[in-house]
């Protein structure tokens, strides 16, 4: 099996050691980059293509929402794992939001990210088990749009259309001529940004929610 590409970036040289330190126990995973700032994340990640960016996101000159939005929209195919110290509704609103698939914070960070990287690399969404009930609370307090279904890109949609008109990811792939893992990031953003768990989930949702055509 191959191994998880990993971008490991934080602007403490300390944490970067530490991080691939803790990764490289794991045979699977390769550390193949580090970044300190936003901006070298965002060249790194264009020039290495790593599987899993593990981003921090207080970061110098870009910070690591925008770095993180800046990768996603430049390779969907790049899984992003948000580690942080904070712990709000925010933060792991705006990070999920942004492109994140996971979000870990720094107290837990041990066999947890271990984890997290090997579901987010999964196409996956993960997210520490304490702050999962501020990421559900929040969900009451969030501002919904007129339709749901504007919190996603143009792609997503399409996307999604695709999926409630009943084809497979290999389907999707070969009519919008990207590559199936692609199309599996997609669809777990759009489940991310519609809060449902399933494709089922996200067939139902769309049906209630009268997903448009056009």
């Known amino acids: 099996m191959a191994s998880v590409r990993i971008l490991v970036v ?9 991080l691939a330190a803790l ?17 070298e994340a965002v060249v790194a990640a264009r020039r290495l293509r790593p599987d899993v960016v593990i981003m921090d996101l207080v970061l110098p000159d870009l910070n690591g929402i925008e770095a993180t939005k ?8 790049i899984r992003v794992l948000a580690l942080s110290a904070c712990h709000s509704t925010d933060h792991v609103y705006r990070a999920l ?3 994140a698939l996971g979000y870990v914070l720094k107290s837990e960070v041990g066999a947890e990210l271990l984890r997290a990287v090997k579901v987010v690399s999964g196409g996956h969404q993960y997210i520490s088990s304490s702050v999962a009930g501020c990421f559900v609370d929040g969900a009451l307090q969030m501002p919904i749009p007129d339709s749901p279904f504007e919190r996603l890109s143009i792609r997503e949609r399409e996307v999604l259309r695709c999926i409630v008109g009943g084809s497979t990811s290999a389907d999707i792939a070969q009519r919008l001529s990207l590559s199936r893992k692609t199309i599996d990031t997609y669809r777990s953003r759009i489940m991310v940004k519609l809060g449902v768990a399933n494709r089922a989930a996200l067939i139902h949702f769309a049906m209630k929610y009268e997903l448009p055509v056009v």
């Open 70 to 77: 800046c990768i996603v929209s430049e390779s969907p195919e």
């Open 10 to 18: 934080d602007d403490h040289g300390i944490v970067r050691e530490g």
């Open 97 to 99: 939001h942004a492109g």
């Open 23 to 39: 990764l490289e126990r794991d045979e699977s995973m390769k550390i193949v980059g580090f970044a300190a700032t936003g901006e």
